[in-house]
């Protein structure tokens, strides 16, 4: 009986985890399969641009709109009960097509040199981006909406229907003789929109009483700094393959397709994580509400335990079957060297760690602390990239120092945040408990 005592911190703050794990597995495996398919068929060469496309997706994707999910469905949980929340739907959405119209004119001005220094001069990539910004703002309202009424069944479909449509599309564009980034790109770009509208059956799912008025108040207080946060945290995520496309010659152009071939490969903890971390802000959230402050602190402990053991297991993985396993998903063209794949996966074990003490900032208010972290991350990222000749060692070095920074600022800066947190939950406590022991006139 003491074991499952001791055990229930870390369950609890994992539960809905199993509801979203099959989802987002099945989305991995289909997610590397596309990838897969697309550089077997483009060689290391075409795949590059479309390794390029991936990363500003994944950038500005979950980057830009995974404040609008986190706001959308802490907003709607509060009114579960009677399935309210189209008010703030009404709102988010407002200003989520603000965010995609921002990113899209800014591309289309700055249009010439992004396609000429990342896309291989294609503009259809371009259009392809610009496609993909408009589903990924719509995708992520539809799993705000869903985190926030709890129904991980269907958030899980969402992530794994919008993994195997793209993976569909791309099977499709091959057998029909395609030989084009453009196809790879246009499997990218529609395959959030497909998704949403199969999962949400045109909508009709995700319809809600107006319930209680919402305020721009309650769904703005913290959007600036996730928006900041959420941008950094993608950008060292996948900032890899865009550096390597502007670092390299131009003679050497199927560097970056290699180099997004390992990425892929060392990050199966990243892709892993995602089932726990749709569930793990809401209970992270619950746990603080209630004050269970230690039971908190017992359960991060663990899940730092975890994290510390899968750092080791990631990296020497990486280093022994990494390039084997590149190898047999892309095909003997993306060769890798064992350092690389021990270093990439490392990284991404780190980012992980990182990650999971990011929701406990956000969870606790620490949206500042939160956007902070990120930010020395990408400094570290910056920085990383100067100290090496060599284009895949000042990358996989960027990343390392990106993750290990940005993982030293949440150890050092979370214990304050929590002891803070604790303090003002305890004098609003103390405030409405005076004010109902007031004697009434």
């Given at each position: 009986?003491?074991?499952?005592?001791?055990?229930?911190?870390?369950?609890?703050?994992?539960?809905?985890?199993?509801?979203?794990?099959?989802?987002?597995?099945?989305?991995g495996?289909?997610?590397?399969?596309?990838l897969?398919?697309?550089?077997?068929?483009l060689?290391?060469s075409?795949?590059?641009?479309?390794?390029?496309l991936?990363?500003?997706?994944?950038?500005?994707?979950?980057?830009?709109f995974?404040?609008?999910?986190?706001?959308?469905?802490?907003?709607?949980?509060?009114?579960?009960?009677?399935?309210?929340?189209?008010?703030?739907?009404?709102?988010?959405?407002?200003?989520?097509?603000g965010?995609?119209?921002f990113?899209?004119?800014?591309?289309?001005?700055?249009?010439?040199?992004?396609?000429e220094?990342?896309?291989?001069?294609?503009?259809?990539?371009?259009?392809?981006?610009?496609?993909?910004?408009?589903?990924?703002?719509?995708?992520?309202v539809?799993?705000?909406?869903?985190?926030?009424?709890?129904?991980?069944?269907?958030?899980?479909?969402?992530?794994?229907?919008?993994?195997f449509?793209?993976?569909?599309?791309?099977?499709?564009?091959?057998?029909?003789?395609?030989?084009?980034?453009?196809a790879?790109?246009?499997?990218?770009?529609?395959?959030?929109?497909?998704?949403?509208?199969?999962?949400?059956?045109?909508g009709?799912?995700?319809?809600?009483?107006?319930?209680?008025?919402v305020?721009?108040?309650?769904?703005?207080?913290?959007?600036?700094?996730?928006?900041l946060?959420?941008?950094?945290?993608q950008?060292?995520?996948?900032?890899g393959p865009l550096?390597?496309?502007?670092?390299?010659?131009?003679?050497?152009?199927?560097?970056?397709?290699?180099?997004?071939?390992?990425?892929?490969?060392?990050?199966?903890?990243?892709?892993?994580?995602?089932?726990?971390?749709?569930?793990?802000?809401?209970?992270?959230?619950?746990?603080?509400?209630?004050?269970?402050?230690?039971?908190?602190?017992?359960?991060?402990?663990?899940?730092?335990?975890?994290?510390?053991?899968?750092?080791a297991?990631?990296?020497?993985?990486?280093l022994?079957?990494?390039?084997?396993?590149?190898?047999?998903?892309?095909?003997?063209?993306?060769?890798?060297?064992?350092?690389?794949m021990?270093?990439?996966?490392?990284?991404?074990g780190?980012?992980?760690?990182?990650?999971?003490?990011?929701?406990?900032?956000?969870?606790?208010?620490?949206?500042?602390?939160?956007?902070?972290?990120?930010f020395?991350?990408?400094?570290?990222?910056?920085?990383?990239?100067?100290?090496?000749d060599?284009?895949?060692?000042?990358?996989?070095?960027?990343?390392?120092?990106?993750?290990?920074?940005?993982?030293?600022?949440?150890?050092?800066?979370?214990?304050?945040q929590?002891?803070?947190?604790?303090?003002?939950?305890?004098?609003?406590?103390?405030?409405?408990?005076?004010?109902?022991s007031?004697?009434?006139?």
């Amino acid at each position: 009986m003491r074991f499952r005592t001791t055990l229930r911190p870390f369950s609890g703050l994992l539960s809905g985890t199993s509801s979203v794990g099959s989802g987002v597995l099945a989305a991995g495996l289909f997610t590397y399969l596309f990838l897969s398919l697309s550089g077997r068929v483009l060689g290391a060469s075409g795949f590059a641009p479309v390794s390029t496309l991936w990363a500003m997706v994944f950038i500005v994707g979950p980057g830009l709109f995974m404040p609008v999910q986190q706001e959308l469905g802490r907003v709607i949980a509060g009114q579960r009960g009677e399935r309210g929340g189209s008010n703030a739907v009404g709102k988010i959405a407002l200003i989520t097509s603000g965010f995609a119209v921002f990113i899209i004119a800014f591309t289309l001005a700055a249009a010439p040199w992004i396609t000429e220094q990342l896309l291989g001069g294609s503009w259809a990539l371009l259009w392809c981006f610009e496609g993909a910004v408009v589903a990924y703002a719509l995708m992520f309202v539809v799993r705000g909406i869903f985190s926030g009424l709890g129904d991980y069944r269907n958030f899980g479909r969402l992530v794994a229907i919008e993994s195997f449509a793209r993976l569909v599309i791309g099977a499709v564009v091959t057998l029909l003789g395609a030989r084009s980034a453009i196809a790879f790109g246009l499997a990218i770009a529609l395959a959030p929109i497909i998704s949403a509208a199969a999962v949400t059956r045109l909508g009709s799912k995700v319809r809600l009483r107006s319930g209680p008025h919402v305020s721009w108040r309650q769904v703005t207080k913290a959007m600036g700094w996730l928006v900041l946060g959420s941008v950094m945290a993608q950008f060292l995520a996948n900032a890899g393959p865009l550096a390597v496309q502007l670092l390299t010659p131009s003679t050497q152009e199927n560097r970056t397709g290699v180099f997004l071939s390992a990425l892929v490969v060392a990050r199966l903890s990243l892709y892993l994580f995602q089932a726990v971390q749709a569930t793990l802000l809401p209970n992270l959230a619950e746990l603080l509400a209630t004050g269970r402050i230690a039971e908190l602190r017992q359960a991060l402990r663990r899940l730092m335990v975890v994290g510390a053991v899968l750092v080791a297991v990631t990296a020497l993985g990486g280093l022994f079957l990494g390039p084997f396993a590149v190898r047999l998903l892309f095909g003997s063209a993306f060769s890798v060297s064992g350092a690389t794949m021990a270093a990439l996966a490392g990284a991404s074990g780190i980012y992980v760690l990182a990650s999971t003490m990011s929701a406990v900032a956000i969870a606790s208010s620490g949206y500042r602390l939160n956007a902070l972290s990120w930010f020395v991350g990408c400094l570290a990222f910056t920085a990383g990239i100067l100290f090496s000749d060599d284009l895949f060692v000042r990358v996989e070095l960027g990343y390392l120092c990106g993750s290990c920074a940005t993982a030293a600022v949440f150890l050092i800066g979370l214990p304050v945040q929590l002891r803070h947190y604790r303090a003002i939950t305890r004098a609003v406590s103390n405030t409405s408990t005076d004010d109902r022991s007031m004697p009434t006139s």
